[in-house]
C-alpha cells in the first residue's frame, strides 16, 4: 500500500522508484530528553504524534519564507486593527461552528435533559474575550431566543458588530474588563446584565437598580475564549511568563463561576503539555459528567498548538474548588510581582513547551503543580496520563499534518530548487512508527536516569505488578489524592 509523502519533502522519480528512502529525522536528531522534564519526557518517549508535530514545528519555524510571511501578517496587524477586525471575526465565527459540528450540531451543545432526554437549546451565554465578535454572533444567531453578556480587554481587539441588528447588539451587552484582576468579583458584576433590559451596560437605568447575582442568572454555556496579544503588534507574547497560566486560571474562575449546573464549558487551550495546561484538564475532567472533548477550528489556529476544550453536563460550583483556584492566582501574581518576570516552570509563548524545573544543582526536578503544591506533575501522569495521550495525540496529528500541508505550499512558492536532504521524506521511513526508539536513543546521566524511573515505576501504579499485597505503592490513590 502506498504512502503519502508530502509535496515538499517528495523525491525525484527515479530516486523514489529505484532508491530506498531515508529518513528524514535521522537517529542523531532525535531530541536530547536530559533536558524534559516528566511531563515532556513521558508524552515524547510514548507519542509517535507527539515526536512529529516538534519537529514539523521545528521544520516550519526555521523557514526563511514561513518568518518572513509572519512578519508580514504582524505589520499588517499593528497598522490595519480596524480593517482586519471584520475578517478576525468571520474566522471566528467559522471555527465556533466547526467546533459545534464536530460535537453533532448546536442541538448537541449542551447536554440532555436527564427526565425526558430532549435536546435542549442555550438560553444565556457568556463570552470571555468576546472581542471581535465571532463566537456570540454565532449563537445570537441559532439561537435566536438567547441572551448573552460579553467581557473584553479595552486594548485588546476591537469589538466589530457590522452586520449586527440592534436588536443582536442589546441581546449581548459588553463589558470592558481584565480578567485577571480580580476574577473572583467579575461574575458578579456581570452575571446581572443577562436579566437585566436591554440597554448599555454604564446606563444609568442600569447600574442603579443591579440585583445581585442569582442562580437564575447562571449560562448554560460559557466560552473562556480570551487570548493573549502584544499592545503594539496584536499578536505575538508577552515578556512575562506569568501571563498565559495566569490568564488561563483567571478565565476558568470567572467561567465557573457564571456557568449553571448541567451547561457547557468551552475553554481555550494548547496542545502543548505545559504542566498548568495538564492541571486545568485534569480538574475540567472531574467537574463535568458528560464528558470532555476536544476540538479544533479547520481553519483558523490550524497550524498552531491553540484548540477548545468542550466540557458538557457542570457539575456545579465546588467552592473548595474555586478556592484552589484563587491561590494558584495569588501565587501567580506573587511570583510576577518578586521576580519581575515569571519562574519558567510554565511557559510563557503559545510553543513554548521546552521549559523544565531546575533545581540548584542543575537537575531537572519535577514541578510542583499551582492547584495541589504538595504534589508534582508526576502525580497527574500517574493519575491521568493515559486519558491525556488520547487527549491529545489526535490533536498533534492534526496540527503536524496542518504544518506539512503549509510547508508544502511555502515550498512550492520559494524560488531554487529544493534540496536534496529536504526531499526525502521522513514520513514514509517508519522512524515513528517504533515508539519506544528515543528511548534507546537518549544519552541521560545517572541523576536524571534515577528519577525518570522512579517517575515511571510509580505509572505503573495498578498494573499487575503492583497489585499483590507483598508488592504496595508507596502513594497509592493517586487520582484521589491528586483530587
Known amino acids: 500500500m502506498s504512502v503519502y509523502t508530502p509535496p515538499h519533502l517528495r523525491a525525484s522519480h527515479d530516486e523514489s ?58 505589520e499588517r496587524s499593528r497598522t490595519d486593527d480596524h480593517t482586519l477586525a471584520p475578517m478576525f471575526r468571520d ?92 476574577p473572583g468579583d467579575l461574575a458578579a458584576r456581570v452575571l446581572p446584565d443577562l436579566d437585566m433590559p436591554m440597554t448599555p451596560p454604564d446606563s444609568p437605568s442600569r447600574t442603579a437598580r443591579r440585583p445581585v447575582a442569582q442562580h437564575s442568572n447562571l449560562c448554560d454555556v460559557v466560552i473562556a475564549g480570551a487570548i493573549l496579544c502584544n499592545d503594539r503588534t496584536r499578536q505575538g507574547q508577552p515578556v512575562e511568563r506569568a501571563a498565559r497560566p495566569l490568564l488561563a486560571f483567571a478565565q476558568l474562575r470567572v467561567a465557573l463561576s457564571m456557568l449553571a449546573p448541567g451547561g457547557t464549558l468551552i475553554l481555550v487551550a494548547s496542545a502543548n503539555p ?63 510581582a518578586q521576580e519581575g518576570q515569571y519562574n519558567p516552570t510554565y511557559g510563557g509563548s503559545e510553543d513554548d513547551d521546552e521549559i523544565s524545573s531546575v533545581s540548584p544543582s542543575g537537575s531537572i526536578v519535577p514541578t510542583p503543580l499551582l492547584l495541589h503544591p504538595h504534589l508534582t506533575e508526576i502525580d497527574i501522569l500517574r493519575s491521568d496520563g493515559e486519558w491525556l495521550l488520547r487527549h491529545y495525540e489526535p490533536l498533534w496529528t492534526r496540527q503536524a499534518d496542518a ?19 529536504d526531499r526525502k521524506s521522513w514520513r514514509r521511513s517508519g522512524v515513528f512508527d517504533e515508539p519506544a526508539r528515543s528511548r534507546k536513543i537518549s544519552q541521560r546521566g545517572g541523576e536524571y536516569d534515577a528519577m525518570v524511573s522512579a517517575f515511571e515505576h510509580g505509572l505503573n501504579v495498578g498494573s499487575a505488578a503492583h497489585t499483590s499485597s507483598s508488592s504496595k505503592s508507596r502513594r497509592p490513590r493517586a487520582e484521589e489524592r491528586w483530587m
Not at 435566536?144 to 479595552?154: D, S
Not at 453536563?313 to 467552592?319: D, I, L
Not at 506539512?404 to 515550498?411: I, M, Q, T
Open 403 to 421: 504544518l506539512e500541508r503549509a510547508l508544502a505550499r511555502v515550498s512550492s512558492k520559494s524560488n531554487g530548487p529544493t534540496s536534496d536532504g
Open 91 to 182: 474566522q471566528f465565527y467559522q471555527a465556533f461552528s466547526d467546533m459545534v459540528d464536530d460535537i453533532g450540531g448546536p442541538e448537541c451543545l449542551l447536554v440532555p435533559n436527564p427526565s425526558t432526554g430532549a435536546a435542549r437549546f442555550v438560553r444565556k451565554f457568556a463570552d470571555l474575550g468576546c472581542a471581535p465578535g465571532g463566537f456570540a454572533q454565532y449563537l445570537l444567531t441559532t439561537f435566536p431566543q438567547c441572551t448573552g453578556v460579553g467581557v473584553t480587554h479595552p486594548e485588546g481587539y476591537t469589538m466589530t458588530y457590522q452586520s449586527w441588528s440592534n436588536a443582536m447588539q442589546q441581546r449581548f451587552p459588553v463589558h470592558f474588563a481584565d480578567l485577571t484582576s480580580a
Open 274 to 336: 505545559n504542566v498548568f495546561c495538564l492541571e486545568i484538564l485534569g480538574l475540567v475532567r472531574r467537574l463535568f459528567a458528560g464528558g470532555v472533548r476536544a476540538t479544533k477550528g479547520r481553519k483558523l489556529h490550524e497550524i498552531r498548538s491553540a484548540y477548545y476544550v468542550v466540557g458538557q453536563g457542570f457539575k456545579g460550583a465546588n467552592p473548595d474548588v474555586l478556592k484552589q483556584i484563587d491561590e494558584a492566582i495569588r501565587t501567580l501574581k506573587r511570583r510576577g
Open 17 to 74: 522508484r529505484h532508491g530506498r528512502p531515508t529518513s528524514r529525522l535521522s537517529v542523531h536528531e532525535f531530541e536530547d530528553t536530559r533536558t524534559m522534564g516528566p511531563s515532556l519526557h513521558h508524552f515524547y518517549t510514548n507519542s509517535p504524534a507527539f515526536q512529529r508535530v516538534r519537529q514539523m514545528k521545528r521544520l516550519y519555524g526555521d523557514n526563511e519564507h514561513v518568518n518572513q510571511k509572519f512578519a508580514q501578517n504582524r
